[in-house]
């Protein structure tokens, strides 16, 4: 089986599993325990906020993780429990779990905003910047890439340039498509930024929020008062060792896996048929996602053509596949015949060229038989 759908979830990573497998048999104890196996399994969760912090090249002086269930668990803490009133500010091309919340928001009558997106499905950035300025912007939260198109918003620059307009506004970025697969350089302006352990090849049921250490969290979860009372619940200690080792693994090899899935990005986008497919990804998106239409085809129907000849892909989001159309692509202003084609495929550095060969020549002739059907 092909799999093109990393972008919902990736294949562990064996690698990573293996090195975390201790803490599952061996050192199972509880990390709050106070005798030496607590300690050390204690040890290697700290170890693990560690390389979070490591990987985006930021300082434990300045920066702390807290350690969730999921990245939803993290864009729900961020927009949740850091800014109590004032006026919330958020994009049209969020994922569910930041556009849910802000809907939440609404609900419980505080003041919120959308700005727009460009056809990419990137913030514009023009707007974004009249709206807080006119808005006084407390909470503001813009992706840092796309979960649908591939869109990368330099959140670095956003937080800088809104940081001009107001030093007090509180600044989230989800990085859950990001983490693991983009270089960047990690500004001081960023206050939050959410991540996410089964996107990179660790495991579903870990997530992580990396804070400014001066920013005040108010809790999401009450109980025992782990991670620094701002997240209770006995940690994860295996998902979280596999989430490090599987994050260790992707910052080693980040700028040759990058170059790698770009070239079957590219060679994807070059190959399939001009006729009937249009991309929808920008130039400049991630090369770890490619969104693309068959105009004239429905998308979910080509989706299971190619499931049987074994090549797995997305049609849209996966959290949003039972909606009929996809609520970001449709704010990034394409029409339905667009919209009902659309298919989502998303690399992970396991993939070769020999799959991105496959794919093509199946998409191909998937899409021109179902045409040719439904015309
Ligand atoms: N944010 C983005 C951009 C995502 O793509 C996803 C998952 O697809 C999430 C958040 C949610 O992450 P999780 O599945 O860990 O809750």
Redesign the pocket.
Same mark, same amino acid.
């Given at each position: 089986m092909v799999y093109f759908d990393n /972008?919902?979830t990736t294949k562990p990573s064996e690698h990573a599993v293996k090195k975390a497998e201790k803490y599952l048999y061996e050192e199972f104890y509880n990390p709050s325990a106070l005798y030496h196996g607590g300690l050390s399994a204690s040890k290697s969760v700290k170890e693990a906020k560690e390389t979070v912090l490591k990987n985006l090249g930021i300082s434990s002086s300045e920066y702390e993780v807290v350690f969730t269930s999921?990245?939803?668990e993290s %864009?729900n803490q961020a927009v949740f429990c850091a800014v109590k009133r004032g006026v919330f500010v958020t994009d049209l091309g969020e994922?569910s779990?930041i556009n849910k919340s802000f809907e939440e928001l609404v609900r419980q009558k505080k003041e919120v905003a959308f700005v727009s997106l460009n056809s990419d499905g990137s913030v514009n950035f023009s707007e974004l910047k009249k709206t807080v300025k006119e808005k006084k912007a407390n909470f503001v939260s813009i992706?840092h890439v796309n979960?649908e198109t591939g869109a990368i918003n330099d959140i670095s620059r956003i937080a800088d340039e809104l940081k001009k307009i107001d030093p007090n506004i509180v600044f989230h970025s %989800?990085g859950?498509?990001a983490y693991g697969k983009i270089p960047f350089s990690f500004s001081k302006n960023l206050d939050m930024y *959410?991540v *996410?352990a089964?996107?990179i090849g660790g495991l579903k049921g870990v997530?992580a929020l990396v804070k400014k250490r001066k920013l005040n969290l108010s809790p999401l979860i009450f109980g025992g008062g782990q991670e620094n009372g701002i997240r209770s619940g006995t940690e994860n200690v295996f998902g979280i060792n596999v989430f490090r080792f599987a994050g260790e693994e992707r910052y080693l090899d980040l700028k040759s896996n990058y170059d790698k899935v770009k070239k079957l990005n590219e060679y994807i986008r070059q190959n399939l048929d001009k006729e009937i497919f249009r991309v929808i990804s920008g130039d400049n998106a991630s090369p770890y996602v490619l969104c693309v239409s068959a105009v004239g085809c429905k998308g979910e129907v080509l989706m299971h053509a190619l499931e049987e000849k074994g090549i797995i892909v997305g049609n849209g *989001? /996966?959290?949003s596949s039972r909606n009929r159309y996809s609520r970001v692509l449709k704010a990034c202003g394409y029409d339905e015949k667009i919209l009902d084609g659309v298919l989502r495929i998303s690399f992970s550095p396991d993939n070769t060229m020999e799959e991105a060969i496959s794919f093509a020549v199946k998409a191909n002739g998937c899409a021109k038989k179902l045409k040719g059907i439904m015309n």
């Open positions: /972008a919902a999921c990245g939803t %864009d994922h779990a992706m979960n %989800d859950v498509q *959410s *996410s089964h996107k997530g *989001s /996966a959290c």
